[in-house]
C-alpha cells in the first residue's frame, strides 16, 4: 500500500505484542503513505491494539512501528502529526467540548488554539454545542469531539478506533463523508471497524485482520482475485435455467450448479473463463439470460471466507 | 524542552483546576479544617492551666504534622495520577505532542499546589484566630510568641513536596497506589517516624524533618514543655541526651529534599518507560 518513493506515513514491520502471555498481535507488516485504509476484523481481532501501537501508546515486543521515519514513542514531533481517536471516550467531563478541544490543541503548540478548536467543531456540526460541558454530550458528539481533537492538531496521520460507534445514520453518513474527504485531502487515514459496509463506504483499501494476524490486504477486488482456489458464486437469471444449467456443468471452469425457478447459481472455479462462455451463451435466445450477478465478491463474503480458511 | 515547557503549566493549571471542582476535595477542606478547629477549642478549653505556646505545639504536631499533612498530601498526589491513569484521559496526553516528564511533573505540581492551598488555609486561620485569644486575655495570660506562630510554616511547606513527590512515584508505577500510600503514611511515617533517632533509620521519614524544623522553630522558652517533652521522647527517656539527636534545620531541609528528589527520579524513571494502556481488555 506504500508509494514507492514517499516515506510512508506509518509503518508496522514485523511487529508483534504480547500481553503477558496472551499474544496481542502476531508478525504484521504494512505501510500506509496517504488515503483511507480500513482495518477490518472481528471484535478481540487486535484492531485496537494494532492503534495503540501506531500511536505510540504501546511499544512492539518485536519488531518496529514508524510514524513518518520515526518510533512515536521517541519523538514529540512525530506524535505532533499524529491524530488519534481512540475507541474509548473518555473526557474531562467538566470541560465544554471548545474548552477541550482547544486545551488539546494548546499542547500540541496550535497557533490561535480556540479558534482553530472552533473552527473544526464547525465543520463537525458543533457549533451550536460546543460550549456545553462534555459530560451532557451524547455519545455521537462525544466522538466527533474526539475526531475533533485529532483534526485540530492538523495531523497527517489519523487513527480512528471505530469511529462510527454510537452516531445514528444521519452522523454516520457525514462521518463517512469526512473520512473521505480527509483521505481526499492526501491525509494517511487508518479507520478502523468491524462492521463490514461501514469500512467499505469509507474505503477500497483494507486491511483484514484475525486474531491478531493479518488475513489479506490490498482492493477489496484484489483481495478477490487472491482468491483463486475459492469457488466463486454467480446468479444468473434467466429464463430456461434447466437449459442452461446442462450447458454449464459439464464446463472444467464450474464446479457446481444449483438451478431454481429463474435463476441458476453456478460455483464458478475459473471466473474469467466462466464469464466468456455466459457472453457467447447469452447471445443464444433459447435461454434467455436477463442479469448475471457475482452473489459473493461483497467484502462480507470475502471477509467470512478468509476467515473460515 | 519546548515542547516540556509548553505543556508543563497548561498540565499544571488543568489538574488543579480538575482536582478542585472535585467533590473529593470538598471532604478534605473540611478535615482540614479540624485541626484549627481543634486547635482553637483546645486552647479555649486548656488555656487556664498551659501556655498557649505548648497547646499550639501539641495541637500542630499531633494533628498538623503527624496527621493532616500525610493524609492531604498522600491522597491528591495519588489521586491526580491515578485518576488521569483510571479515567484513560491519559491516552490523550502519552499519545500527543506532550513529553512524559511533562506529565507527571505536571501531576505532582498540582498536587503540591492544592495542598498548599488546602494545608495553608487550615494554618492561617489557627494563626490568626490564636493570636486573637491570647490578645483579649481569654484564658491565657499571654498571648502566643511570633516565633512559635510561624514555626510551622517552613515545614507545612516542605514536607507536602516530599509526601507529594513519593506518591506521585507509587502512583506512577503501581495500580494499588491509593493502599500502599495508606500503608506508608501509616506503616512507615507513623511507625519508622516513631522509632528511637539513635536508630538513624527516623531520618528516612518526612515527618522526622518535619517534627525537627518545627521543633527548632519554637520559642525555646514558651514552648519549654513541649521541648522537653520532644527531647525526652527523640532520645527514648534519657534525660542527659541533648537536642543534637534531633536534625537541624539545614539537614532537615537536605533530608526533604533527598527524599523528594529520590522520588521524582523514580516516579519519571518508571513514568518514562511505562506502557499505559487505554483498556484493561483489548477490543
Known amino acids: 500500500m506504500s508509494g514507492p518513493t514517499t516515506q510512508p506515513a506509518l509503518a508496522f514491520s514485523r511487529v508483534s505484542l504480547w500481553y503477558g502471555n496472551v499474544l496481542g498481535v502476531s508478525d504484521i507488516s504494512f505501510s500506509i503513505s496517504s488515503g483511507v485504509v480500513g482495518l477490518l476484523g472481528m471484535n478481540g481481532a487486535g484492531k485496537s491494539t494494532m492503534m495503540k501501537l501506531a500511536s ?27 491524530g488519534l481517536c481512540p475507541d474509548m471516550d473518555r473526557f474531562y467531563e467538566r470541560m465544554s467540548g471548545i474548552a477541550w478541544v482547544t486545551f488539546m490543541a494548546r499542547l500540541a503548540g496550535v ?20 460550549h456545553k460541558k462534555i459530560g451532557g454530550y451524547s455519545k455521537g458528539m462525544r466522538q466527533r469531539t474526539k475526531l475533533a481533537r485529532a483534526l485540530v492538531v492538523g495531523a497527517d496521520l489519523l487513527l480512528l478506533d471505530e469511529p462510527l460507534n454510537g452516531l445514528d445514520p444521519i452522523g454516520r453518513h457525514a462521518m463517512i463523508r469526512l473520512v473521505r474527504e480527509l483521505g481526499d485531502e492526501g491525509k494517511a487515514v487508518l479507520v478502523s471497524s468491524h462492521v463490514l459496509h461501514e469500512v467499505e463506504a469509507m474505503t477500497d483499501r483494507l486491511l ?13 477486488h484484489e483481495i478477490r482475485d487472491q482468491l483463486s482456489e475459492r469457488a466463486l458464486q454467480v446468479e444468473v437469471r434467466v429464463r430456461e435455467p434447466r437449459g442452461l444449467a446442462r450447458q454449464l456443468i459439464g464446463a472444467d471452469h464450474v464446479a457446481g450448479v444449483d438451478v431454481e425457478r429463474d435463476r441458476v447459481v453456478a460455483r464458478v472455479a475459473d471466473a474469467g473463463l466462466f464469464f466468456d462462455q455466459i457472453t457467447n451463451l447469452g447471445c443464444d435466445e433459447r435461454y434467455g439470460i436477463e442479469a448475471i450477478v457475482p452473489l459473493d465478491a461483497d467484502l462480507e463474503s470475502v471477509f467470512g471466507y478468509l476467515v473460515r480458511k | 524542552m519546548t515542547a516540556f515547557f509548553r505543556c508543563y503549566p497548561l498540565i499544571v493549571a488543568q489538574t488543579v483546576r480538575e482536582v478542585l471542582l472535585s467533590k473529593r476535595t470538598l471532604l478534605f477542606v473540611a478535615l482540614a479544617l479540624a485541626y484549627p478547629t481543634v486547635a482553637i477549642f483546645a486552647s479555649m478549653k486548656l488555656g487556664d492551666r498551659e501556655r498557649i505556646d505548648e497547646i499550639f505545639c501539641g495541637v500542630t504536631l499531633g494533628v498538623f504534622f503527624q496527621g493532616l499533612v500525610p493524609i492531604v498530601s498522600m491522597f491528591f498526589a495519588v489521586s491526580t495520577v491515578r485518576e488521569e491513569i483510571a479515567s484513560r484521559t491519559l491516552v490523550y496526553l502519552i499519545t500527543g505532542p506532550v513529553p512524559r516528564a511533562a506529565i507527571w511533573l505536571g501531576k505532582f505540581t498540582a498536587a503540591v499546589l492544592v495542598c498548599w492551598l488546602i494545608l495553608g488555609a487550615a494554618l492561617s486561620i489557627a494563626i490568626v484566630v490564636l493570636p486573637m485569644l491570647g490578645e483579649t486575655g481569654f484564658r491565657h495570660d499571654v498571648a502566643i510568641t511570633e516565633a512559635t506562630l510561624y514555626a510551622p510554616l ?25 493502599i500502599t500510600g495508606a500503608v506508608y503514611v501509616v506503616g512507615w511515617e507513623y511507625v519508622v517516624g516513631s522509632t528511637p533517632a539513635q536508630a538513624g533509620v527516623r531520618s528516612l521519614t518526612v515527618v522526622d524533618s518535619a517534627r525537627a524544623m518545627f521543633f527548632h522553630g519554637v520559642d525555646p522558652q514558651a514552648a519549654r514543655q513541649f521541648r522537653g517533652a520532644m527531647l525526652e521522647w527523640a532520645s527514648g527517656g534519657r534525660r542527659n541526651m541533648t537536642d543534637a539527636l534531633i536534625p537541624s534545620i539545614s539537614d532537615a531541609v537536605s533530608n526533604l529534599a533527598i527524599l523528594t528528589g529520590v522520588a521524582l527520579v523514580l516516579a519519571l524513571w518508571f513514568g518514562l518507560r511505562r506502557d499505559y494502556d487505554s483498556s484493561s481488555a483489548d477490543d
Open chain 1, 208 to 220: 483484514l485482520l484475525h486474531q491478531g494476524r493479518i488475513l489479506a490486504e490490498g482492493k477489496v
Open chain 1, 56 to 82: 505510540g501508546m504501546l511499544r512492539p515486543s518485536i519488531g518496529s512501528v514508524e510514524v513518518f521515519g520515526t518510533p512515536p514513542q521517541d519523538s514529540t514531533e512525530v506524535r505532533n502529526r499524529i
Open chain 1, 111 to 130: 497557533p490561535s488554539a480556540k479558534q482553530k478548536a472552533a473552527e473544526v467543531l464547525d465543520r463537525l456540526d458543533m457549533s451550536d454545542r460546543m
Open chain 2, 154 to 178: 517552613l515545614p507545612a511547606l516542605l514536607a507536602p513536596v516530599a509526601y507529594c513527590a513519593i506518591g506521585t512515584a507509587f502512583a506512577v508505577r503501581l495500580q494499588r497506589a491509593m
